[in-house]
Nanobody
Framework: QLQLVESGGGLVQAGGSLRLSCATS????????IGWFRQAPGKEREGREG???????????YYADSVRGRFSISKDNAENMVYLQMNSLKPEDTAVYYC?????????????????????WGKGTLVTVSS
């Protein structure tokens, strides 16, 4: 059973940093693309925003325009972990952040990973950035 568990969220002041972790189990991380998505509070109708993704071999990486240059994604296949380093945080980064996995090469460097195609999701971790 594919499982993903996010951690590392919290309250931080604007300009600060957080590192989100996604602990995976029940599958071989090296064979999966991983995406980070976020859902801003009060914007459930707009759906999740694809923030970043990384391909199974870590050769393809995508960042949304809103986070490019500030966020960095990485994965450690040996430890079954995926990370999202978030620097220079802004109040508009406030959201619940989810990691998701898909066993297909869907992480596109230009457009990210399609939310509807992901095989499994974590329950999310809340990031709150105060101004």
């Amino acid at each position: 059973q594919l499982q993903l568990v996010e951690s590392g969220g919290g309250l931080v002041q604007a300009g600060g940093s957080l590192r989100l972790s996604c602990a995976t189990s029940g599958f071989t991380l090296a064979k999966y693309d991983i995406g980070w998505f976020r859902q801003a509070p009060g914007k459930e109708r707009e759906g999740r925003e694809g923030v970043s993704c990384i391909s199974w071999d870590a050769e393809d990486i995508y960042y949304a325009d809103s986070v490019r240059g500030r966020f960095s994604i990485s994965k450690d296949n040996a430890e079954n972990m995926v990370y999202l380093q978030m620097n220079s945080l802004k109040p508009e980064d406030t959201a619940v952040y989810y990691c998701a996995a898909v066993q297909a090469p869907l992480c596109d460097v230009g457009s990210g990973a399609p939310e509807e195609a992901m095989d499994a999701w974590g329950k999310g971790t809340l990031v709150t950035v105060s101004s």
